[in-house]
C-alpha cells in the first residue's frame, strides 16, 4: 500500500488475525514518516508539556485560577505535526485520520471506563470544513464517542491567536441537550491540539457547572 503522508510505496506485515478477521489495525504510514513524529515522555505531570521537569506556566496559571485537570497527550506539536494538521484540517484530507488509529485507540483503552466526549467545533466552520477533525480520529480508531458539548461561539481558530488571546478564551460551549449521561460517569474530553489548555479547561468549566464531576482529557498532540 501506498504512505497516506508521503504516498511512498510500503510493504504491510499484515497478521493472521487481521487477514481473516478483517481487522484495520495495520500501518497507514511509512517507517520514515512515522519516525518524524515525537512521542511525549516525562515532562509536565499534568499537561505532558515536553521539556518541563514538573508543573509548566500553563497549568501553574490554571492552578493559581484553582482549574488543575490531569491532561494526557502522544505526541509533541513539531513541524511534522503541524504539516499533519494542515493537510488532515485545513486541506481537508479525510483519509489522515487514519494516520494516528493505532495510537489513539490503545490510548484511550487505557483510559478506560470512561465516556468520550470529542471537542466541538461551530456550525459554520463544520460546513466549511465538511467534518469534525477529532471525531474523524475517534471514528478512525473505533472508539465510541458522545458528542455531550455543542460550541456556543463562532471563535476563530486558535492557531491565529496569540498567547495572550488563547489563555483568556472565555466560555464558548453549552451542553447538548439531546444527550444525557449519568453525572458520575468518568469523562474524557478528547482534543486534536492541546496548547495552553483555554480550549479544555473551558470544556471542562461547561461540564462541571452541569453537574459533571470527573472529567480528565486527552489529546494527540500537545
Same mark, same amino acid.
Given at each position: 500500500?501506498?504512505?497516506?503522508?508521503? &504516498?511512498?510505496?510500503?510493504?504491510?506485515?499484515?497478521?493472521?488475525? +487481521?487477514?481473516?478477521? #478483517?481487522?484495520?489495525?495495520?500501518?497507514?504510514?511509512? *517507517?520514515?514518516c *512515522?519516525? @518524524?513524529?515525537?512521542?511525549?515522555?516525562?515532562?509536565?505531570?499534568?499537561?505532558?508539556?515536553? =521539556?518541563?521537569?514538573?508543573?509548566?506556566? &500553563?497549568?501553574?496559571?490554571?492552578?493559581?485560577?484553582?482549574?488543575?485537570? @490531569?491532561?494526557?497527550?502522544? !505526541?509533541?506539536?513539531?513541524? *511534522? #505535526? $503541524?504539516?499533519?494538521?494542515?493537510?488532515?484540517?485545513?486541506?481537508?484530507?479525510?483519509?489522515?485520520?487514519q494516520?494516528?488509529?493505532? %495510537?489513539?485507540?490503545?490510548?484511550?483503552?487505557?483510559m478506560?471506563?470512561?465516556?468520550f466526549?470529542?471537542?466541538?467545533?461551530? %456550525?459554520?466552520?463544520?460546513?466549511?470544513?465538511?467534518?469534525n $477533525?477529532?471525531? =474523524?480520529?475517534?471514528?478512525?480508531?473505533?472508539?465510541?464517542?458522545?458528542?455531550?458539548?455543542?460550541?456556543?461561539?463562532?471563535?476563530?481558530? $486558535?492557531?491565529?491567536?496569540?498567547?495572550? +488571546?488563547?489563555?483568556?478564551?472565555?466560555?464558548?460551549? @453549552?451542553?447538548?441537550?439531546?444527550?444525557?449521561? &449519568?453525572? *458520575?460517569?468518568?469523562?474524557v474530553?478528547?482534543d &486534536?491540539?492541546?496548547?495552553?489548555?483555554?480550549?479544555?479547561?473551558?470544556?471542562?468549566?461547561?461540564?462541571?457547572?452541569? =453537574? !459533571?464531576?470527573?472529567?480528565?482529557?486527552?489529546?494527540?498532540?500537545?
Amino acid at each position: 500500500m501506498n504512505c497516506l503522508l508521503c &504516498d511512498t510505496s510500503f510493504e504491510q506485515h499484515r497478521t493472521f488475525r +487481521e487477514i481473516f478477521l #478483517l481487522m484495520k489495525n495495520s500501518p497507514s504510514v511509512c *517507517s520514515t514518516c *512515522s519516525k @518524524q513524529f515525537e512521542s511525549l515522555e516525562g515532562g509536565c505531570h499534568f499537561c505532558c508539556k515536553a =521539556g518541563e521537569a514538573a508543573i509548566c506556566k &500553563d497549568c501553574q496559571y490554571w492552578a493559581s485560577l484553582g482549574q488543575e485537570l @490531569q491532561h494526557y497527550a502522544l !505526541y509533541h506539536y513539531n513541524d *511534522s #505535526l $503541524q504539516d499533519y494538521f494542515s493537510k488532515y484540517k485545513f486541506l481537508g484530507d479525510y483519509r489522515l485520520r487514519q494516520v494516528f488509529r493505532g %495510537e489513539i485507540k490503545t490510548a484511550l483503552k487505557r483510559m478506560r471506563p470512561a465516556v468520550f466526549v470529542p471537542i466541538p467545533i461551530s %456550525e459554520k466552520r463544520l460546513q466549511k470544513r465538511g467534518f469534525n $477533525q477529532v471525531e =474523524g480520529l475517534l471514528a478512525a480508531a473505533g472508539i465510541s464517542y458522545y458528542p455531550l458539548l455543542n460550541k456556543s461561539v463562532d471563535e476563530k481558530a $486558535q492557531s491565529s491567536k496569540g498567547r495572550y +488571546e488563547r489563555l483568556r478564551l472565555g466560555k464558548i460551549f @453549552q451542553i447538548n441537550p439531546e444527550i444525557s449521561l &449519568d453525572f *458520575s460517569s468518568r469523562i474524557v474530553l478528547v482534543d &486534536d491540539i492541546y496548547t495552553t489548555g483555554a480550549t479544555i479547561h473551558s470544556a471542562v468549566a461547561t461540564l462541571k457547572e452541569a =453537574g !459533571y464531576l470527573s472529567v480528565t482529557s486527552f489529546s494527540l498532540a500537545r
